[in-house]
């Protein structure tokens, strides 16, 4: 008896394969458009704004669809989403954009790869999960990689790029706690639900933020290159990668899906290389690979 897949599942799996690896080159590609902002006028706050300012309709529009069609959600659900869309994408994008500011695209795509191995810490640490050798191995490789890859971009020199690897992790680390807290909620909001008003709310902080700190007419007074790269920072890769990922779990499961999204790092690099002009060195390629094997040893583990 064969054990291959019917054609037609096996046409479905490579297809939900693909839209998996492309939203996760179009996730990581947010690095390569904000270097890109960056060589304007433009700062982290101006940036992460117009970011979520041009994002903000089309996660409206879902939220309401959701809104309509679904069961209303209670009080603490509304104020744990509140707290989650603070948390997962409001100060984690802010950090990421910032630390981008200081260090490479593919520097900050590798940091960031670290967020599967801070929820596996953050299990062991306050929720007493058992952590295999394996895993610790995995965590190891993981961490070697992206140590490798800091002092390689040390070396070549820079301003502060402690500092923006700094914020970077920052961001990762927040990342990963809301992956902890939104793991219980999922379940009962929807994947999509729960996306779309967290996406809402971190998008409103950001716009208070904004107006609390820079005027508002500096929204009027950029140049129209900043206003094209933020939509496409904004659709691109932001809104049309998140809905990818979720299309690709519903048809090929979270565990591979997770494991497609190793795709990014790669991608960054070479798209850094090839929109940027930042060296590929043999260093940088070592560290990735060192990155890439740790958070597949992990996602087989998970699976």
Same mark, same amino acid.
């Given at each position: 008896?064969?054990?291959?897949?019917?054609?037609?599942?096996?046409?479905?799996?490579?297809?939900?394969?693909?839209?998996? #690896?492309?939203?996760?080159? $179009?996730?990581?590609?947010?690095?390569? *458009?904000?270097?890109?902002? !960056?060589?304007?006028?433009?700062?982290?706050?101006?940036?992460?704004?117009?970011?979520?300012?041009?994002?903000?309709?089309?996660?409206?529009?879902?939220?309401?669809?959701?809104?309509?069609?679904?069961?209303? /959600?209670?009080?603490?659900?509304?104020?744990?989403?509140?707290?989650?869309?603070?948390?997962?994408?409001?100060?984690? =994008?802010?950090?990421?954009? $910032?630390?981008?500011?200081?260090?490479?695209?593919?520097?900050?795509?590798?940091?960031?790869?670290?967020?599967?191995?801070?929820?596996?810490?953050?299990?062991?640490?306050?929720?007493?999960?058992? *952590?295999?050798?394996?895993?610790?191995?995995?965590?190891?490789? =993981?961490?070697?990689?992206?140590?490798?890859?800091?002092?390689?971009? #040390?070396?070549?020199?820079?301003?502060?790029?402690?500092?923006?690897?700094?914020?970077?992790?920052?961001?990762?680390?927040?990342?990963?706690? !809301?992956?902890?807290?939104?793991?219980?909620?999922?379940?009962?909001?929807?994947?999509?639900?729960?996306?779309?008003?967290?996406?809402? +709310?971190?998008?409103?902080?950001?716009?208070?933020?904004?107006?609390?700190?820079?005027?508002?007419?500096?929204?009027?007074?950029?140049?129209?290159?900043? !206003?094209?790269?933020?939509?496409?920072?904004?659709?691109?890769?932001?809104?049309?990668? +998140?809905? /990818?990922?979720?299309?690709?779990?519903?048809?090929?499961?979270?565990?591979?899906?997770?494991?497609?999204?190793?795709?990014?790092?790669? =991608?960054?690099?070479?798209?850094?290389?090839?929109?940027?002009?930042?060296?590929?060195?043999?260093?940088? /390629?070592?560290?990735?690979?060192?990155?890439?094997?740790?958070?597949?040893?992990?996602?087989?583990?998970?699976?």
């Amino acid at each position: 008896m064969s054990s291959k897949l019917p054609a037609v599942d096996r046409q479905l799996f490579l297809g939900g394969l693909a839209i998996a #690896v492309a939203g996760a080159i $179009l996730f990581s590609a947010k690095a390569i *458009v904000a270097k890109l902002i !960056y060589r304007y006028p433009v700062d982290a706050v101006l940036l992460i704004t117009f970011r979520m300012l041009f994002a903000l309709p089309l996660f409206a529009a879902v939220a309401v669809w959701k809104a309509r069609s679904e069961t209303p /959600l209670s009080n603490p659900d509304r104020m744990r989403i509140v707290v989650l869309g603070l948390i997962g994408y409001y100060l984690s =994008s802010f950090l990421d954009f $910032l630390g981008l500011q200081y260090i490479s695209a593919g520097l900050e795509r590798l940091i960031l790869f670290l967020t599967p191995s801070f929820v596996l810490l953050m299990s062991f640490f306050f929720y007493q999960r058992r *952590v295999s050798w394996l895993e610790w191995a995995a965590l190891l490789i =993981s961490y070697l990689g992206t140590v490798l890859v800091f002092l390689h971009d #040390v070396r070549l020199g820079g301003a502060n790029i402690g500092l923006g690897s700094m914020l970077v992790l920052g961001a990762a680390i927040s990342y990963a706690l !809301y992956l902890m807290l939104s793991g219980e909620l999922v379940s009962r909001v929807g994947a999509m639900r729960l996306v779309a008003y967290a996406m809402c +709310v971190s998008c409103a902080a950001c716009i208070v933020q904004f107006l609390l700190l820079r005027p508002w007419p500096m929204l009027l007074q950029q140049l129209p290159q900043v !206003y094209g790269l933020s939509l496409i920072n904004a659709v691109f890769c932001t809104v049309l990668p +998140v809905f /990818l990922t979720m299309i690709a779990v519903a048809r090929i499961g979270p565990a591979t899906a997770a494991q497609a999204g190793m795709v990014g790092p790669v =991608s960054t690099l070479f798209l850094g290389a090839l929109i940027l002009g930042e060296p590929i060195t043999v260093i940088q /390629l070592t560290g990735t690979g060192l990155v890439l094997v740790g958070i597949y040893l992990i996602s087989k583990k998970k699976a």
